[in-house]
């Protein structure tokens, strides 16, 4: 699932009349890019979000052929954020071809997807995240074990849960908007969480989940978030 619902704030004004989806990067639509990405590393059945100018980003999907399937699920009447959109699209999920790999529209990586999918597939893990090791003003928090424990707002030295402090043989990694789920993580997301609108981060840092997240660390990941004007020269140094 590619998830590019969102409002594109920082990327005004050119997303008063356009989808962040849509923002060409190296003279192509960043949705198009991971998209292409996707199919690359054998994905073939995509889901994408839409909410913010979605008739562009339909009619944008409807002009090309990628050659593989790709179906919108639509939040025009009310975004729903990364986690709520997650949840609304249930219905068009098939997890019995196995799980689930979720995709921020703005990020930019050389990661290896298929690689991913097999540390996750192999681990047992209900989610897995991925990581690295890299500059950010939020990390999340991992035992020696690789499985989450919290979060870390560096600028403000704020920890979630509150009471979390980060404990010898913990280490803190960035989140790279990638990461993949399986159907028990997601039946879990839906009844635990007590709103249609939250962010997934806010399932995965909840004190009453059940279900077992990882973080997969990857060493030397290119990885740039094109959701802000000044990292867009970044990306076209990146390619």
């Known amino acids: 699932m590619i998830l590019a619902a969102g409002l594109g704030t920082r990327l ?31 994905f073939d059945n995509i889901v994408v979000n839409v909410h913010h100018f979605s008739g562009q ?16 699920s639509d939040e025009s009447g009310c975004l729903l954020d990364t986690g709520g959109g997650l949840v609304r699209a249930r219905s068009l999920m098939d997890f019995d071809k196995g799980p689930l790999l979720v995709h921020n529209v703005d990020i930019l990586s050389d990661a290896d997807l298929g690689g991913l999918m097999a540390r996750h597939s192999a681990s047992g893990c209900d989610a897995t995240l991925l990581v690295s090791d890299r500059s950010s003003s939020r990390k ?3 035992d020696e074990g690789m499985m989450l424990r919290g979060w870390h707002d560096l600028g403000k030295d704020l920890y979630r849960p509150e009471d979390f402090r980060k404990e010898a043989g913990f280490m803190e990694y ?9 159907k028990s993580a997601l039946d879990e997301m839906e009844v635990l969480m007590d709103s249609v609108k ?3 981060m806010d399932y995965y840092l909840s004190t009453e989940r059940k279900c077992n997240v990882a973080g997969y660390s990857v060493e030397g990941l290119n990885l740039i978030d094109i959701g802000k004007p000044a990292t867009l020269s970044q990306a076209e140094g990146m390619l």
Do not use: C, Y
Not at 65 to 70: L, P, Q
Not at 174 to 182: E, K, M, P, W
């Open 12 to 42: 005004k004004p050119w997303t008063l009349r356009h989808p962040k989806a849509l923002v060409p990067v190296g003279g192509v639509p960043m949705l198009e890019r991971v998209i292409l990405k996707l199919k690359s590393q054998g």
């Open 57 to 72: 980003i339909i009619d944008f999907l409807n002009s090309r052929d990628f050659g593989i399937d790709i179906v919108v």
């Open 140 to 142: 999340l928090i991992f």
């Open 174 to 182: 960035a989140f790279s908007g990638i990461h993949v789920l399986g």
């Open 198 to 200: 939250f962010p997934v």
